[in-house]
């Protein structure tokens, strides 16, 4: 058994940021806030996916307490004692158990039915118990109690389950609505990007990656045989039960497939696989580096470089939260199947809602990518530098700069390619990141974290004499002239100390 100073411990490393709760005022005024699955427009303008709403077991936002004639939760006193703990609390404890015992616990009372069944304490059992993979049954607990019982027969559980009267909970139903939101239309229309056509690399070095600045590029796939053969047939087809990274756990295509097409969840999975190219070849042929990145300097290291190409599947829902690429580098995104909402902020902006640690190791941020549109977005709209925005659709490649933070949520089921790379535009930036102090802690891809900044230096000096040298000049000199004072700084009035007319 833990003790108790343990088990806080155990949970405080485990804890992850909680996230920011509704207003109670906003669902007094909002009468659709209610224990019933919705289908329709809400007056704030939220709306739910038209699938069927995931299980909620009668869940509603505390707001709605304060409008019910009934003087109890029953979140509380099905609790008991630990009522006084917050409902993360009460959840970071239940993930210690086991399937078996959050069976058991579940029918001790109505509170702790709803908490037992919440679906990502499952979905961490299977994800931990299922190393190479699972086959999803349409929930979380369906999938954990198939994967030891073989007999086991979904269509006889039902969807609906059992629904609990009077349980108050932000958290929960927070974790709820999230999973079954559809993107508000203000949340996709700001469409700020830079968008270009069919421009020279000479172009695109001086306007954008020389200055560091984001664009979307149309036109760069339209050779690329992907754009024609890859959906998830093909897919399934050439790569066979070859296993791909989903998460921490391994799965073949067919049951990935299998799961983005019925999941709604809050945070779904996500394929990203760093390796597909070694797993599969037929994959790296369907596809080849835009002209405007072929220059890719971590390639000196060989098969010592740091991971740097990924193929990314997801269903609607899925993405990334906000971060910074890894090792200072740039990268780019192309689309070839669906589409993805970019939000970006430039290197000197942290996004609202998002913590990182002094050092830059860790991050702290809203649970799901659509709790920070739930919760922040609407903020940015009065920002004085307000985020890069838009749309990326198949086809279309997004330049994403070094140092900047950046979030992706696919709109729709997706298949992309991304890439990082080094070019000369940010060697200096990639060198100087690499040689921190706590580089074993920042630096990501590769398992010889400590020594990369000194074989890769190595490897540029022998590859390329005298580049390096030569960067840090042109560096010095553009300082200098930046730091040079302007004309109407150098023009002083001897008496007065500033220039001035005479009329």
């Known amino acids: 058994m833990f003790g108790c100073r343990t088990l806080l411990k155990q949970i405080q490393k485990k804890k992850r940021r909680k996230p920011h709760k509704f207003n109670p005022k906003n669902r007094r005024k909002n009468p659709n806030f209610t224990d019933k699955p919705q289908d329709s427009a809400t007056e704030d303008g939220f709306s739910l996916k038209a699938s069927s709403p995931s299980q909620n077991y009668g869940v509603q936002p505390l707001g709605n307490f304060y409008l019910t004639s009934s003087p109890h939760n029953s979140r509380n006193t099905g609790l008991g004692n630990i009522q006084t703990l917050t409902d993360e609390l009460v959840l970071d404890i239940l993930g210690f158990l086991g399937g078996t015992h959050l069976g058991v616990l579940s029918s001790v009372s109505k509170s702790f039915y709803v908490f037992c069944n919440h679906e990502p304490l499952w979905r961490n059992l299977v994800l931990e118990d299922c190393e190479d993979g699972f ?50 239309h203000e949340w996709l229309e700001r469409d700020n990007i830079v968008r270009r056509k069919g421009i020279s690399v000479d172009e695109f070095v001086s306007n954008f990656e020389m200055p560091n600045k984001p664009v979307l590029l149309e036109g760069c796939l339209d050779n690329w045989p992907a754009m024609k053969k890859w959906d998830s047939d093909y897919l399934v087809k050439v790569c066979g039960d070859v296993r791909f990274s989903v998460g921490p756990i391994e799965m073949k295509l067919s049951d990935f497939f ?6 709604q969840e809050e945070r779904p999975l996500y394929l990203f696989d760093p390796k597909f190219a070694n797993k599969v070849p037929k994959l ?65 902006v942290v996004p609202p809602g998002v913590y990182p640690s002094s050092d830059g190791a860790e991050v702290a941020c809203p649970v799901s990518i659509t709790e920070w549109f739930m919760n922040f977005y609407e903020s940015t709209k009065t920002w004085k530098k307000k985020p890069v925005e838009c749309v990326c659709k198949a086809g279309e490649v997004i330049f994403v700069p070094n140092g900047w933070w950046h979030l992706v949520i696919n709109l729709e089921d997706s298949i992309a390619i991304t890439q990082n790379f080094v070019s000369r535009r940010n060697l200096l930036n990639v060198l100087d990141f690499l040689k921190r102090p706590n580089a074993s802690t920042l630096v990501s891809g590769t398992r010889d974290r400590v020594n990369l900044h000194d074989k890769f230096k190595q490897a540029i000096e022998a590859s390329f004499p005298g580049t390096i040298d030569e960067l840090t000049k042109k560096a010095g000199e553009r300082k200098a002239e930046l730091e040079k004072p302007s004309f109407w700084d150098s023009v002083k009035d001897s008496n007065s100390g500033g220039f001035k007319f005479s009329f």
């Not at 299998?258 to 999941?263: K, P, R, S, V």
């Not at 740097?308 to 599947?313: G, L």
């Not at 899925?318 to 689309?335: E, K, L, Y």
């Open 135 to 184: 086959l999803f049954k349409g929930s979380w607990k369906s999938t954990f109690v198939a994967a030891y019982d073989s007999c086991f027969d979904v269509s006889k559980v039902g969807t609906l389950g059992f629904r609990v009267k009077d349980f108050y909970s932000d958290y929960l139903f927070q974790s709820w609505l999230c999973a079954n939101l559809e993107m508000k």
């Open 258 to 263: 299998t799961y983005a097409n019925q999941a």
């Open 284 to 348: 790296g042929q369907d596809y080849e580096v835009p002209v405007y990145f072929n220059e890719d300097l971590f390639s000196v290291l060989g098969n010592e470089r740091p991971d740097y190409r990924w193929i990314i599947i997801g269903p609607a829902g899925s993405g990334s939260s906000f971060h910074i690429d890894p090792n200072s580098t740039s990268a780019w995104n192309a689309v070839v199947k669906g589409s993805k909402k970019w939000v970006l902020f430039p290197p000197d």
